[in-house]
C-alpha cells in the first residue's frame, strides 16, 4: 500500500505561482511513477504532468508546458508541482497518483490517489 498526501494548494491571483507537494508512504518510492491530475467542477479529471521513475522522463498537458514543472525528491519520498503564470483556467482540485515504473496519461492506469488539494485562480 502507498499513502499520498498532497499540499500546496490555495487562492493565488492570475499570473501567481504555487507549488503542489506530494508526500508519500507506505513503499519503495523510487519504484514508484507519479502523476498530477486534477479536476475543475463540472468537468472531467485531466492529466496535468508526469514523472517515471528515471527523473529524466516527464510528461505534461499541453496547456501547461512551459509553465508547470513536475520533480520528485526520492531522498524525502516526494513529489512536486511547480506552477508558474497560473490562470483561471488552471482553477481545480489537483490530485498526486502514483503507480509501477512509468507514468502514463490516463487515470485509470494508477493504483494509488491522494486526497487531493485545492487550486483557486483569481482574475
Known amino acids: 500500500q502507498v499513502q499520498l498526501v498532497e499540499s500546496g494548494g490555495g487562492l493565488v491571483q492570475a499570473g501567481g505561482s504555487l507549488r503542489l507537494s506530494c508526500a508519500a508512504s507506505g513503499r519503495t518510492f523510487s519504484s514508484l511513477a507519479v502523476a498530477w491530475f486534477r479536476q475543475a467542477p463540472g468537468k472531467e479529471r485531466e492529466f496535468v504532468a508526469g514523472i517515471s521513475r528515471n527523473v529524466d522522463i516527464t510528461g505534461y498537458r499541453n496547456s501547461v508546458k512551459g509553465r508547470f514543472t513536475v520533480s520528485r525528491d526520492n531522498a524525502k519520498n516526494s513529489a512536486y508541482l511547480q506552477m508558474n503564470s497560473l490562470n483561471v483556467d488552471d482553477t481545480a482540485v489537483y490530485y498526486c497518483?502514483?503507480?509501477?515504473?512509468?507514468?502514463?496519461?490516463?487515470?485509470?492506469?494508477?493504483?494509488?490517489w491522494g486526497q487531493g488539494t485545492q487550486v483557486t485562480v483569481s482574475s
Open positions: 497518483a502514483a503507480r509501477n515504473y512509468f507514468h502514463t496519461t490516463y487515470g485509470g492506469d494508477y493504483d494509488y
